[in-house]
């Protein structure tokens, strides 16, 4: 199996939430890194995603740097549209 790994800064410009992280995070930038495998086919070069996640800030106190969290992108991208979305009031 062949996996190659992409990775992409995504910004918010609000705090947001994604499920499977605790608590709300704040706004800034994050670092998201896909996984994708290669399908083997004859005719073409395609690949399949099998792993997402987003690098978040460890919690005060907590020992390192940052943390990787594994995420649906569906979720992601959902939560991306809220942010760029206008305020509510």
């Not at 690098?55 to 106190?61: N, V, W």
């Amino acid at each position: 199996m062949r996996v190659r790994s992409s990775s992409k800064i995504v910004i918010f410009t609000r705090p947001f939430r994604l499920g499977g992280v605790v608590g709300e995070q704040p706004a800034g930038s994050y670092t998201v890194e896909t996984d994708e495998e290669r399908l083997d086919s004859v005719s073409l070069a395609a690949y399949r995603r099998i792993a997402t996640s987003i690098r978040l800030p460890l919690p005060s106190g907590a020992a390192g740097c940052s943390q990787t969290i594994a995420i649906d992108p569906a979720e992601l991208e959902q939560a991306l549209a809220r942010d760029a979305a206008p305020p509510p009031g």
